[in-house]
């Protein structure tokens, strides 16, 4: 089972980055997939997260109406559009799978600095 994060970086406030996730070793279209994020010397927090069609959503308040997730499940890949940055969005993010209790899979992150 692999989980694996690109599109981090360095971004200015205000700007843009789009996050990928790309599965393999396990049935992605049967999963929910999640974001989360983990600021130094904070709890990791959940971010957004799709449903199996893609058809629901959800998204914590702080980042409502900036970051939109959606996934490809021909491509087995999640993506998290990251709009109007901030500051306080710098951390690592991390995708994660779920089916059910016992079939959980976390990435490795990836590195999101906003800062100009």
């Known amino acids: 089972v692999q989980l694996v994060e690109s599109g981090g970086g360095l971004v200015q406030p205000g700007g843009s980055l789009r996050l990928s996730c790309a599965a393999s070793g396990f049935t992605f279209s049967s999963y929910v997939m999640s974001w989360y994020r983990q600021a130094s010397g904070k709890e990791r927090e959940l971010v957004a997260r799709v449903t199996v069609a893609g058809i629901s959503t959800y998204y914590a308040d702080s980042v409502k109406g900036r970051f939109a997730i959606s996934r490809d499940n021909a491509k087995n890949t999640v993506y998290l559009q990251m709009n109007s940055l901030k500051p306080e969005d710098t951390a690592v993010y991390y995708c994660?799978?779920?089916?059910?209790?016992?079939?959980?899979?976390w990435g490795q992150g990836t590195q999101v600095t906003v800062s100009s």
């Open positions: 994660y799978a779920q089916n059910g209790i016992y079939n959980r899979y």
